[in-house]
């Protein structure tokens, strides 16, 4: 068998893993719709306005409306000491205060 | 092989040449490539994990507070008095006030963080139908003082399982009871893992914050064009809050994760390291093997083009190989493991960890950035050095 054959045979495996991995993102992403619906009574039932993803400081828990000098409480040069604080981007709230 | 066409045979011919020459130094290319696919699978990995937490934020933080008003003192925030809400009543197009006592309460003995959260539902958008929301019980009405709803994180650390009656600690350290009335679905994990939902006067009582104070203020207004406006007239009419508006807090989402966040910078400055030694090593010559190689080709009578042919089908096959195996591994990791490689950066010393169900974000955008970033220096990289030594006089190169 040629070298590119084989070349051929593995690009043909590949296609078939990622084919089915975007079968299952598809269906993923129908189930996610659904979940999202129940989200978003509680999002707006309960007036939320952050993802409950990081819960160890209030600036990655709620960056939407925490304190805006909160990651720079400790002294000016310490912008945080959290380690999910180097996961996340200060939020740009412009013309708050 | 009569059916193929010439220039597609000889590139064919061509091909399997540079995979033969791959597999000769196959130690070699397999370790590039692994480690080609490594960083392309961290940055995948972390592309795919922030797209997929901005994608849910977009979807679901449609129906947040319209605008939020916080009182600032000091560049903090503190409690917001409730009299404050009569000063509002003046600006017209307001449709709902409603004050909402929220905070944060360290569980010691677990050291976890829960959010509390307080507010009159009835009044909130949706409010009647947070039922659904539920796995089991129901939210608790105002007539049920001491009742609250608990996200399925903050039941399984205080250990309730079937037992129904909590206490929490006070500032005073005195005790104050609860009962559990309702359980969030698994499907709101995502926004009410480590909730627990109380009425305002319990909240108060718990927090110590006197029955004139609110933690803030939510306003929804009749016409949401408006919104803008009237934050301006609200920030204008108290001028020591912070009013924030809904488009505000959904644009926090969009750019918590980027490549600003330092994490990501460390993943995109590591990957450009890496490829800048990698082309470094590769554009500052060949090895006297691979360059007597080119010679002898040249001396059995191929053509310079031919020679770059091979050393960019070499050069693509090892790239884009890494490419696809990085991606589809970046994929299976984020879709089937939750992002275990790094979920830990993301939730930090957190105790509460959701449990993540999310939809891998790939864009084409993303693929071009990554594509940009690792395929592309590293073609250039090759094939340059084998260009400029294939355009030497062959004899020259084998003596």
């Known amino acids: ?97 | 092989m009569a059916m193929i066409p010439k220039g597609l045979e000889k590139q064919l011919n061509i091909l399997d040449f540079s995979l033969s020459s791959l597999w000769r130094r196959k130690l070699k290319n397999l370790g590039i490539m692994l480690v080609f696919a490594l960083v392309i699978f961290l940055l995948g990995s972390f592309q795919m994990l922030t797209g997929a937490l901005t994608n849910s934020a977009e979807a679901v933080l449609e129906n947040t507070p319209e605008i939020t008003i916080q009182k600032m003192s000091a560049g903090r925030q503190e409690a917001i008095p409730l009299a404050y809400i009569d000063k509002l009543h003046s600006i017209y197009g307001i449709r709902t006030i409603i004050p909402r006592v929220w905070g944060y309460y360290f569980d010691e003995s677990n050291l976890a963080n829960f959010t509390i959260m307080a507010l009159d539902s009835d009044s909130m958008p949706y409010g009647s139908k947070l039922n659904l929301a539920l796995s089991q019980g129901h939210f608790p009405k105002r007539t049920e003082p001491g009742t609250v709803v608990l996200g399925r994180s903050v039941q399984d650390i205080l250990g309730l399982e079937d037992r129904r009656i909590f206490s929490l600690f006070r500032p005073d350290l005195s005790l104050k009871s609860f009962r559990v009335a309702g359980l969030f679905s698994r499907q709101t994990d995502l926004l009410t893992n480590d909730l627990i939902v109380m009425n305002l006067d319990d909240a108060r009582d718990l927090f110590a914050i006197p029955a004139s104070m609110v933690t803030d203020i939510c306003v929804y207004v009749a016409n949401p064009t408006e919104i803008e406006t009237i934050a301006k007239k609200i920030a204008v009419l108290l001028p020591e809050t912070r009013v924030l508006t809904k488009s505000q807090i959904q644009k926090t989402y969009q750019v918590v994760f980027s490549w600003r966040s330092g994490f990501a910078s460390i993943c995109l400055l590591t990957a450009l390291v890496a490829f800048a030694i990698l082309a470094w090593d590769k554009a500052s010559g060949l090895s006297p093997e691979e360059k007597r190689e080119i010679g002898i080709l040249k001396i059995l009578g191929w053509e310079t083009g031919d020679i770059l042919a091979v050393r960019f089908w070499e050069s693509t096959l090892v790239s884009a190989l890494a490419f696809i195996i990085g991606c589809t591994a970046a994929y299976i990791h984020v879709a089937f493991f939750d992002a275990s490689l790094l979920k830990p950066v993301m939730v930090g010393w957190s105790v509460i960890h959701p449990s993540f169900r999310l939809l891998p974000s790939v864009t084409l955008a993303d693929l071009l950035l990554i594509f940009t970033f690792s395929v592309l220096p590293y073609l250039g990289a090759t094939v340059i050095p084998a260009w400029r030594c294939s355009t030497v006089p062959p004899d020259s190169v084998i003596r």
Request: glycine share 8%; charged share 20%.
């Open chain 1, 1 to 97: 068998m040629r070298p590119s054959h084989l070349l051929f045979i593995f690009l043909l495996l590949l296609t078939v893993i990622d084919g089915t991995l975007y079968l299952h993102a598809k269906r993923l992403g129908s189930d996610i719709k659904d979940e999202q619906a129940l989200q978003e009574i509680a999002v707006a039932g309960l007036g939320l306005t952050d993802l409950a993803v990081a819960t160890e400081a209030r600036y990655t828990r709620h960056p939407a409306v925490s304190d805006p000098m909160a990651p720079f409480m400790d002294h000016p040069g310490a912008i945080e000491h959290f380690p999910t604080g180097s996961f996340w981007n200060a939020p740009e709230n412009t013309g708050t205060r």
